[in-house]
């Protein structure tokens, strides 16, 4: 059994800064691309930002400059810092994960979502 439980979110004010963090246990044999995605409410779930198992980062254009994904292979961690927040970062942050439980490869692991509001 493979889970993977964000950590981080919160309310923060227009311009301030929040760092999620998602960790993924369980039986893990190896971990392929990684990726933060949100929901805003009445929108679809959308990418924010991926990196592939070599650390190649990829991001939507609304966050470029101000949203920085990681990874540590080590700690099987995927953590999304995000600077200069506007009120359309407001949504639900989920992590995703493509895993390789030791018999074979699972794409689209998800964990259950952190809250992100920013508001003044």
């Known amino acids: 059994q493979v889970q993977l439980v964000e950590s981080g979110g919160g309310l923060v004010q227009p311009g301030g800064s929040l760092r999620l963090s998602c960790a993924a246990s369980?039986?893990?044999?190896?971990?392929?691309?990684m990726g933060w995605y949100r929901q805003a409410p009445g929108k679809e779930r959308e990418l924010v930002a991926g990196?592939?198992?070599?650390?190649?980062?990829n991001y939507t254009d609304s966050v470029k400059g101000r949203f920085t994904i990681s990874r540590d292979n080590a700690k099987n961690t995927v953590d999304l810092k995000m600077n200069s927040l506007k009120p359309e970062d407001t949504a639900v942050y989920f992590c995703?994960?493509?895993?390789?439980?030791?018999?074979?490869?699972?794409?689209?692991?998800w964990g259950q979502g952190t809250q992100v509001t920013v508001s003044s």
């Open positions: 990196i592939t198992s070599g650390g190649i980062p």
């Open positions: 369980g039986s893990i044999f190896s971990i392929g691309a």
């Open positions: 995703k994960a493509d895993i390789h439980d030791g018999s074979s490869w699972r794409f689209g692991y």
